[in-house]
């Protein structure tokens, strides 16, 4: 099956650097990936849609400029969260839809910010 | 938009038996997709089962399937001959069939008592 691949796993930060989370799809291209935040034992929600080749659009009450998207291949999308701040701390997981409609997910970046 | 709605916060269950987890959804789409994933306490997203709104019969997958109430806009997980790996958090997610972006609903922690 579809796979998608998500790095680092885990990350711990210094308050005020920024860190840099990679989602890729291995066998095949993803014009479109989707960024999730999740709160320990809670929903994932939705951040903001990455757009091969265009900006990213980005959910309600999501600040831009903190969490940067980037999908600069078919095969690539990043966030990058900048000036980091412990209330950033959390779990971090990128999916992208394939052809058949199911949407495959990356195995998440857990984000400590100390 | 949809809205995905799970009530219950934990489930128990005892090994072998089989566990009905609730879910139900509220969308105006005439198409959408309807999936459960498992997410085990590394946070990795499994994809479980996917019912089509326009799928004449309910999805089943193994020791899965889904009780698709159209009329009720119901869609229950079904898990039979429960096994101790199946202790997780289930997610019940909805999403346009076309796009692959999901709403997910709160979770439901599942516990298998040997």
């Known amino acids: 099956g579809a796979v998608v691949s998500q790095h680092p796993s885990r990350v711990i930060c210094k308050s005020g650097t920024s860190v840099k989370i990679e989602c890729r799809s291995l066998d095949f291209q993803a014009t479109t990936m989707f960024w999730y935040r999740q709160f320990p034992k809670k929903s994932l929600m939705l951040m903001a849609t990455s757009n091969e080749g265009s900006k990213a659009t980005y959910e309600q009450g999501v600040e831009k400029d903190k969490f940067l998207i980037n999908h600069a291949s078919l095969t690539l999308s990043t966030l990058t969260v900048t000036s980091a701040h412990p209330e950033d701390s959390s779990f971090y997981i990128c999916?992208?839809?394939?052809?058949?409609?199911?949407?495959?997910f990356g195995q998440g970046t857990r984000l400590t910010v100390v | 938009a949809q809205k995905i709605t799970q009530t219950q916060p934990g489930m128990f269950v005892q090994e072998k038996e089989a566990v009905t987890l609730d879910c139900t959804y509220d969308t105006s789409d005439p198409s959408y997709g309807l999936f459960w994933y498992k997410q085990p306490s590394s946070g990795e997203m499994i994809f479980l089962i996917y019912q089509g709104s326009y799928d004449q019969q309910n999805a089943t997958e193994g020791r899965y399937s889904l009780n698709f109430q159209k009329a009720r806009k119901s869609a229950n997980l079904v898990i039979s001959a429960s096994q101790l790996g199946d202790s997780a958090m289930y997610f019940c997610a909805g999403g346009d069939t076309s796009y692959g972006k999901l709403t997910f609903g709160q979770g439901t922690i599942l516990t298998v008592h040997p």
């Open positions: 999916s992208a839809p394939t052809a058949n409609t199911e949407a495959f």
